[in-house]
Structure formats: C-alpha cells, structure tokens
C-alpha cells in the first residue's frame, strides 16, 4: 500500500513536471483590429517569431492604431501589454507622456524612411503617406491638390476617419493644419457639406468607400497596390497632391510593466530583421522600415512619390492636438 503510494506520488509529480515544462511564456502583444486580422501581417509575425523564442505570442487587438494610446492610458500600469505595435508616430510623444514605455535603443542604420530616425524608445516597423483613394471608372478627374478638394463646392463626397481615434483621421487633421495653417478650421466648415461620416477607425471607412457610399477615402498611398496584386483590380487610385502627403510611420514599443522583459526585448531585436520586414508589404501594405538588399518591394513600384513630406514633430502635435481637434469639432459641428 505504501509502495503503491510512493508510485502514484511519483507519477503525479512527473506528469506535473512534465506540464511545467511544455509550457512556454506569453508575451502580449497590442495592435489594431486590421494588423491581426485574416489578411494581416500577424499571423506570419508571431510564427515566424515563436519559432525562434520558444514561447508563444497574445495578440490583443484595438480598433485602429489610434486607439491603443487611449486604452494604454485608462489601463495605466495594470496593462497586460508586454510589446505594442502600431503606434502611430504623431502620437508618440504623448504615448511617452504617458510614462509605460521602457527605453530601448536601436541601430538605425539601413532604415528606408524618407526621414532620419533616432528615438530612444520606439523602433519603426514600416511608413507611407496618406492620400484620397478614388474608382478611376467612377471619378475619373479627382482633384489635384487638398485645397482643390476642399474648396471645390461641387467635388466628390469624401469618408473620412475620427482623429480622436484613428491614425488617418489625425493624419488628416495635421495634413490640413500643414497647408491651411491658422485657417484649418475655415477649411473643415468648406469641406463639411460633402464629407459622408467620420468612422472610428481605417477598415471601416474603407469598407463604406468600396460599397459606393463615397468618392473618395483617407487611406494611403500604398493602398491601390493592394488592389492591383490581390484583386488584379487597377481602377483604384491615389490622387496626388501638389502641395504633398502627410508622412505616417508605424512604432513598436515595449512596456516598462511587462513580466516578461526579455523576451520583449528579444521581439524588439526582431523587428528590424528580414522575418518581419519581409512580411510587411504584402500583408499590411506599407513600406517595410528596412528594405532587402534587393531594394524596395516591387509590388509598389507603381505607388505615387509626393512631392513634398509633409510632417509635424511629434512634440508639437502632443502641445497642439487638444487644440486642433478643438477647433475640428467646432467647424464639422456647425
């Protein structure tokens, strides 16, 4: 009877050793709603990662890259994010307002940005520019510039993105700021009349403009290679601009909370290889932060060259987004 204890004791903590040891660490991971959906770059990322950390990623999604800031902030330090990414690089000061993220250094040579790159916290995973997507069958002389846009009593009907929550609504917002400076808010009462709804988020402004229910959407100047690859479609376009395109660029950053700070530094490290860069353009249809050495993706050599980028310091947007948006509010709102 004793041995027969001894045995099944012995048996009990052998299969719980066992189990232990097939279990590996989660890291968490936020990011929006379209980057870890069935067509986004997520899937391919943490497969490509897990087999080389022996643990296993948790996405956790928002709505649009706009939001993780917001969700950040009321989850505070109790947030179960070990990574985030997709921060959006105008908000990037505010997010370190925030005092959630660890610092973390990285190599910034051999990036693609059409910017120079040096933070001391966030490493870019990819960038664009934003721009009105229209149906070349169904607009086939779009505007040649925002003011033409804006000013035109009879132009096309537009969908647009909230900025409070979305990285293209923000975009849009700074962009306006860019060319019409002090008279920005003049300009949002103009455009107002044929402005068909501010969605909370890109997927779903997208999907409204597909259905027919607007001329054009904010998107990004990458976006009709999608269409083209995917859907062997080439009637969608972007209308360049002749006074030039807001510049986005995409952010990963780990949190100074996480249970697991090795491993979320090992996932930073990863970023700027070829496993996840490469998985970028053909999934979240942007530029990759780094390029191979075979040079930029081919699947965009059809994408628009703006001009001119048009930016804001991250600094200045957090001193002045409260009053921006203000003023966005008050002149859509009349």
Known sequence: ????????????????????????????????????????????????????????????TAEDSGSLVGRLRLEGTSTKADVVVGLDMNQSAE???????????TDAKGLSLPIQWADDTFVPFDWGYYAFIYDSNKLPNPPKSLKELVENPNGPKVMLQ??????????????????????????????????VTF???WSEA??????????MVMSYTTSPAYHETIEKKTNYKAAPFEEGHYLHV????????TKQPDLAKQFMAFVLTEPFQSAIPETNWMMPAKNPPSGPPAVFKDVIQPAKSLLFTP??????RRAFIDGWLNATSR
């Open 95 to 105: 997010a370190k307002s925030l005092k959630l993220f660890a610092p973390y250094s």
């Open 162 to 195: 909230d900025p409070r929550t979305s990285a293209p609504g923000l975009g849009l917002l700074l962009w306006m700021r860019k060319v019409y400076g002090d008279k920005a808010d003049d300009a949002w009462a103009q455009l107002k009349p044929r402005i």
């Open 206 to 215: 997208y999907g409204l403009f597909l259905k027919g229910e607007a001329d």
């Open 1 to 60: 009877m004793f041995k027969r204890l001894l045995l099944t004791l012995a048996s009990l903590w052998l299969a719980m050793g066992f189990a232990h040891a097939q279990t590996k660490p989660v890291l968490t991971i936020y990011t929006y709603s379209s980057f870890a959906g069935k067509y986004g770059p997520a899937k391919t990322i943490k497969e490509r990662f897990e087999a080389v950390c022996n643990c296993e990623i948790n996405w956790v």
């Open 315 to 320: 600094e200045e947007v957090l001193q002045n």
């Open 250 to 257: 995409e952010l990963v950053g780990m949190t100074n909370t």
């Open 199 to 201: 969605t909370k988020g």
